[in-house]
């Protein structure tokens, strides 16, 4: 009897190759040429994320500005700020964009009443810390500054840190007039700017390793690529970061800063009513502060006051 033999096929399940693990350098690599070449400053980019809690308060406990900028130590700053207000104890001081404190605390310290405006919850949650650890009563504020109403409070306002670069050119001059309000008449404003004479022109962009304990941006090291991008015709520059952790989650962080000639810082003081004293070197090389009192304004006439 003949036997039928059928060749049999076997069957193979398909194999199924997992997809590689993403690679953070691949990461970064493709978001740098996958990025907008020439972001524009104060629309496409604005601020870093100063509200976050996690942000803020990681930034303000980890920049060490003297490393970062070469900037005098705190106190010597201090020192600058008192011989340029003329602020002598008991004074009602405002220190805007406070920080972690260091300024306040330190005016506090000379026996100065002060008053500090952050917008961070992590910045003001440090600064409370701090002064309480130190025995200071210091009223820390977590507000934007760009909303502060302030009548006739205060004695001194001051923004250092080139604080006004961090402000596009129509937000500061709405934060002036509010400077201008919070002040007494006879009052003094110190404002500190990064001078256009100084930037650098042309772009630069650094890749970079860096460690946890200099980490501004997340937790733990990562590799980073920084960009700084230079506008001629605006005189202001975008700051761009693209960080990979380990986790190989690619984030951006992002800024602008609006650098200054005198002139123009001139010409907004006095608009927002304040009549400039003098500018002097700031608390780094490429830095000016400025210096401005609160005028009073002239008498109406007899005509003026009849209307």
């Not at 609006?258 to 608390?283: C, D, H, I, N, W």
């Amino acid at each position: 009897m003949a036997v039928e033999v059928k060749a049999v096929t076997p069957t193979v399940a398909p194999i199924e190759i997992p997809a590689p693990a993403p690679n953070p350098l691949d990461e970064l690599i493709q978001a740098a040429a996958d990025r907008k070449e020439r972001p524009k400053a104060w629309v496409d980019v604005k601020s870093y994320p100063w509200a976050d809690d996690n942000f803020s308060g990681r930034f303000v406990r980890r920049a060490n500005y003297q490393d970062m900028y070469g900037m005098k130590d705190t106190g010597e700053e201090v020192d600058d700020l008192i011989g340029l207000l003329g602020v002598s104890p008991k004074a009602r001081v405002l220190d805007l964009c406070s920080g972690n404190g260091r300024h306040a605390i330190a005016m506090a310290l000379r026996g100065c009443k002060v008053t500090g405006i952050d917008v961070g919850p992590g910045s003001v949650s440090l600064a409370r810390e701090t002064s309480k650890n130190l025995g200071l009563s210091v009223d820390y504020r977590q507000v934007d500054v760009l909303s502060i109403a302030f009548e006739d409070a205060y004695d001194s306002v001051y923004l250092v840190c080139a604080g006004l670069s961090d402000f596009s050119v129509p937000e500061a001059k709405d934060l002036l007039a509010r400077i201008e309000r919070a002040l007494i008449v006879g009052g003094t404003f110190v404002g500190e700017f990064l001078n256009a004479g100084s930037a650098a022109h042309a772009d630069v962009r650094t890749w970079r390793f860096v460690q946890t304990e200099k980490s501004l941006f997340v937790d733990g090291a990562h590799l980073q690529l920084d960009e700084q991008l230079y506008d001629e015709a605006d005189t202001c520059e975008v700051i761009r970061s693209f960080v990979v952790p380990s986790d190989g989650k690619l984030r951006e962080f992002s800024c602008c800063r609006q650098y200054y000639k005198e002139e123009t810082v001139r010409s907004m003081l006095e608009a927002a009513g304040l009549q400039v004293v003098g500018f002097s070197p700031g608390s780094a090389a490429g830095l000016i502060k400025v210096t401005a009192k609160k005028i009073e304004a002239p008498a109406l006439s007899s005509k003026a006051k009849a209307a």
